[in-house]
């Protein structure tokens, strides 16, 4: 692409999210759904998995920015999505990429990431999901639980243990004994359509089959959780910046015995570390996206750390607002409740701030000891 391309594309997402997605946010996270006209528009920007169509991954990292500034369910969204493409166009074969690269390009099929289970959350060691050679093909059984996008996705990305391994199988959804159960009631990201998917002697042929047998885990599942730190953390980007913009214009407007609240030292310094937390978080997402753009390995752990402290960041920084936003940042009359909201959930999906800091350290200790 060159530089007028991407400044026209990011423009057009820019327009969108201002004039199509802010100001229904908060009605989609209150009605716990995004409409299919919303899902359409998507998908006519060519924004579900534009690095299919050659869009480097800067600038798909500056769209799911954008795109999370203003809603993260749909930003959601594009993560799983995104998960579920990228692991086909690089771990599918021919067949398998003529199949579903076309209709996840354009978005007339949706994808979602199924790896988690209600018995040991993403943990691939205690998956109970397994799948067993019957003739020429497998019969999957099991349940996935917290799916994002499991509500409308026609095609699932799915994990299940073949005897001590584990193996990446794509399931059609309309495949005879898989069950979508709706979940309601979710702390953040209330309008990403989140389910469980149940799947009773689900029968699917070799073709089903993404990537090597019983080597999920270090080449399709480390690769799609790769992709989704990247876009967590660059929708976590987009939840700082609109932090920052909700907090400014509230405290200019909030009118004290000594004028604006703005004015108030205390306040400035929180607005000051947004400021600050939001252009590092930006460069650390720009730097992740540059290493993967040139196939740098390095990238791996750019991912990390760009994960761990933007999501951290947009955290603290949803919590000041709120609190600078006074009782009206408890009220859905604000979008810094719903923020808040959503900042909680990106500490946690695509790797817990935990996980990241035992990784991040690890990756420390070995440079300096090896």
Same mark, same amino acid.
């Given at each position: 692409?060159?530089?007028?391309?991407?400044?026209?594309?990011?423009?057009?997402?820019?327009?969108?999210?201002?004039?199509?997605?802010?100001?229904?946010?908060?009605?989609?996270?209150?009605?716990?759904?995004?409409?299919?006209?919303?899902?359409?528009?998507?998908?006519?920007?060519?924004?579900?998995?534009?690095?299919?169509?050659?869009?480097?991954?800067?600038?798909?990292?500056?769209?799911?920015?954008?795109?999370?500034?203003? !809603?993260?369910?749909?930003?959601?969204?594009?993560?799983?999505?995104?998960?579920?493409?990228?692991?086909?166009?690089?771990?599918?074969?021919?067949?398998?990429?003529?199949?579903?690269?076309?209709?996840?390009?354009?978005?007339?099929?949706?994808?979602?990431?199924?790896?988690?289970?209600?018995?040991?959350?993403?943990?691939?060691?205690?998956?109970?999901?397994?799948?067993?050679?019957?003739?020429?093909?497998?019969?999957? #059984?099991?349940?996935?639980?917290?799916?994002?996008?499991?509500?409308?996705?026609?095609?699932?990305?799915?994990?299940?243990?073949? &005897?001590?391994?584990?193996?990446?199988?794509?399931?059609?959804?309309?495949?005879?004994?898989?069950?979508?159960?709706?979940?309601?009631?979710?702390?953040?990201?209330?309008? #990403?359509?989140?389910?469980?998917?149940?799947?009773?002697?689900?029968?699917?042929?070799?073709?089903?089959?993404?990537?090597?047998?019983?080597?999920?885990?270090?080449?399709?599942?480390?690769?799609?959780?790769?992709?989704?730190?990247?876009?967590?953390? #660059? &929708? #976590?980007?987009?939840?700082?910046?609109?932090?920052?913009?909700?907090?400014?214009?509230?405290?200019?407007?909030?009118?004290?015995?000594?004028?604006?609240?703005?004015?108030?030292?205390?306040?400035?310094?929180?607005?000051?570390?947004?400021?600050?937390?939001?252009?590092?978080?930006?460069?650390?997402?720009?730097?992740?996206?540059?290493?993967?753009?040139?196939?740098?390995?390095?990238?791996?752990?750019?991912?990390?750390?760009?994960?761990?402290?933007?999501?951290?960041?947009?955290?603290?920084?949803?919590?000041?607002?709120?609190?600078?936003?006074?009782?009206?940042? !408890?009220?859905?009359?604000?979008?810094?409740?719903?923020?808040?909201?959503?900042?909680?959930?990106?500490?946690?999906?695509?790797?817990?701030?935990?996980?990241?800091?035992?990784?991040?350290?690890?990756?420390?200790?070995?440079?300096?000891?090896?």
């Amino acid at each position: 692409m060159t530089a007028t391309d991407t400044q026209v594309l990011l423009d057009a997402v820019r327009a969108f999210v201002d004039d199509e997605l802010r100001p229904h946010a908060e009605e989609f996270d209150r009605d716990e759904h995004l409409p299919d006209h919303l899902l359409k528009r998507v998908g006519e920007l060519g924004l579900w998995a534009p690095f299919l169509t050659g869009v480097p991954m800067v600038t798909v990292g500056q769209i799911h920015e954008e795109i999370g500034r203003g !809603c993260s369910s749909l930003r959601s969204l594009l993560t799983v999505h995104g998960m579920a493409s990228w692991s086909v166009r690089h771990w599918g074969d021919d067949a398998q990429r003529e199949r579903w690269l076309p209709r996840l390009t354009d978005g007339s099929l949706l994808g979602a990431f199924a790896l988690t289970g209600p018995e040991g959350g993403s943990d691939p060691s205690v998956s109970a999901t397994t799948a067993e050679r019957d003739g020429d093909g497998w019969v999957l #059984s099991g349940r996935k639980k917290w799916i994002t996008g499991g509500q409308v996705a026609g095609l699932y990305l799915l994990f299940a243990r073949t &005897g001590d391994a584990l193996t990446a199988f794509l399931v059609p959804r309309d495949t005879p004994g898989v069950t979508v159960e709706p979940l309601h009631g979710i702390l953040g990201t209330r309008a #990403s359509m989140l389910a469980e998917v149940v799947l009773d002697d689900v029968r699917l042929g070799d073709d089903a089959v993404l990537g090597p047998l019983g080597w999920a885990t270090g080449t399709v599942m480390t690769s799609a959780l790769d992709f989704g730190r990247f876009s967590v953390a #660059s &929708g #976590s980007v987009g939840i700082i910046q609109a932090c920052l913009d909700a907090t400014v214009a509230y405290t200019t407007n909030r009118k004290t015995s000594e004028g604006p609240l703005f004015e108030r030292q205390l306040v400035r310094q929180k607005i000051s570390d947004m400021v600050t937390g939001l252009r590092t978080s930006r460069l650390l997402c720009r730097e992740a996206g540059r290493l993967k753009d040139a196939e740098d390995p390095a990238a791996i752990m750019a991912n990390w750390i760009a994960k761990y402290h933007a999501s951290t960041t947009a955290a603290a920084c949803a919590s000041a607002a709120v609190q600078l936003h006074g009782a009206a940042g !408890c009220s859905p009359e604000h979008p810094v409740a719903r923020l808040y909201r959503d900042a909680k959930v990106m500490e946690i999906i695509e790797g817990s701030t935990e996980l990241q800091q035992i990784t991040i350290a690890e990756q420390a200790h070995q440079e300096v000891t090896r």
